[in-house]
C-alpha cells in the first residue's frame, strides 16, 4: 500500500516537473526510472511474499527469520481477533433470535391456554344448558341457549327438535 502510495506520489511529482520541461526526452526517461523502480518494488514484494510463505529462507540470518515470525503472529492476532469478532457477534445475534422465538412461543403456549380454557367453558355451559332442559321451559331454554355463541345454540337445537319432534309423533 505504501509502496503504491510513494509511485503515485513520485507520478504527481514527475508530472509537474514534465509540465514545466514540456521535453519529450526526459518524459522518456522518467518513465525508463518509473519503470525500473516499479519493478524493483514487485521483486521485493515477491520475495516478502514468499518468506512469510515459509519459502526461499535460505541465506537469511536468525534476527531477520525472527522478524518473519514476529510478522506472522501478529497477523495470525488480527486474523484469530476478527474470526472471534465475527463468531461473537454470530452468537449474540443467534441469541437474540433465540429469545424472540421462546417470547412467541410463550404467547402461543398463553393463547393456546386460553382458548383451551374458554373451550372448557364452553363445555360447562353446553352441559348445564342439556341438563336444564328437562326442568326449563322452552321460553326458558332459548335464552340460555342465546347466551352462548351461534355454534352451541346449533347443537342445543338439534337436540330439543329430535326430543319434541319424537313427542309430537308419539
Known amino acids: 500500500m505504501n509502496s503504491m502510495k510513494s509511485a503515485i506520489e513520485r507520478f504527481n511529482k514527475t508530472k509537474m516537473e514534465q509540465q514545466q ?3 519529450p526526452a526526459s518524459e522518456v526517461m522518467f518513465w525508463q526510472r518509473e519503470a525500473a523502480t516499479l519493478r524493483q518494488e514487485l521483486h521485493s514484494l515477491q ?3 514468499r518468506q512469510l510463505m515459509g519459502e526461499k529462507l ?3 540470518s536468525v534476527n531477520e527469520l525472527h522478524n518473519i515470525e514476529s510478522r506472522l503472529e501478529m497477523s495470525l492476532r488480527g486474523i484469530r481477533t476478527k474470526k472471534e469478532q465475527m463468531l461473537t457477534d454470530e452468537i449474540k445475534e443467534l441469541t437474540k433470535k433465540r429469545n424472540l422465538i421462546h417470547h412467541e412461543n410463550l404467547e402461543l403456549s398463553r393463547k393456546v391456554q386460553r382458548i383451551h380454557q374458554e373451550n ?3 363445555h360447562k355451559k353446553v ?4 341438563s336444564s332442559s ?3 321451559g322452552l321460553g326458558e331454554l332459548e335464552d340460555a341457549a342465546d347466551a352462548s355463541n351461534a355454534q352451541v345454540r346449533l347443537q342445543l337445537s338439534q337436540p330439543e327438535q329430535s326430543c319434541y ?3 309430537s309423533k308419539s
Not at 127 to 130: D, E, I, N
Request: charged residues 15%; glycine residues 4%; aromatic residues 4%.
Open 134 to 136: 328437562n326442568v326449563l
Open 165 to 167: 319432534d319424537s313427542a
Open 127 to 130: 352441559a348445564y344448558a342439556t
Open 58 to 60: 535460505n541465506g537469511l
Open 120 to 122: 372448557i367453558e364452553l
Open 47 to 49: 520475495e516478502n511474499h
Open 21 to 23: 520541461l514540456l521535453n
